[in-house]
Every structure is written in C-alpha cells, then in structure tokens.
C-alpha cells in the first residue's frame, strides 16, 4: 500500500472529509473522496482513494463538477515546482 503525494491545492477540504477531482480516460471528471496524512511543504500525502498514474485537476476546481468533461492539459509535476 503505497502512498502518493498529491499538490495540496487538489484536494478539495470540505467538512473535515478530503476529495480530488479525477480525470477518468474518457476526459469526464470523478469527485473521489480521499483519505490524506500528513503534509509535505505543498504537498498532502494520500493514503487511501487515489492510484499511481490518476490524473488529478490542481488548477480550476472551483469550475468543475462530477460528470462533466474536460480538457486537460497535462503538467508535470516537477516542471510546476512541487
């Protein structure tokens, strides 16, 4: 059980629980809630809800919803500092 490191504006804080927007392989969006640990600098770690190689949504949450699609355009992670 490997955990993942995930840019901290991601996740989605709400109530005490902790969600992500996953971008599934038909471009449609899944808010998934997630089970994170501790922080690291900008980083949460996920231990539960969240696979290696899922794409994630880290810039304009505020503008999707669960079963819509997208666009994505991908970033690396080492190329946008984290």
Known sequence: ????????????ELQGSHQVAV???????????VTVGERVGQLWIVTDGLKAGERVIV????????????SPVSVESEKAGF
Do not use: T
Request: aromatic share 0%.
């Open 1 to 12: 059980n490997g955990a993942l490191l995930i840019p901290q504006r991601a996740v989605i």
């Open 23 to 33: 971008v599934g392989g038909d471009n449609k969006v899944s808010i998934r809630p």
């Open 59 to 70: 810039e304009g949450l505020l503008k999707v919803r669960d079963g819509v699609s997208v």
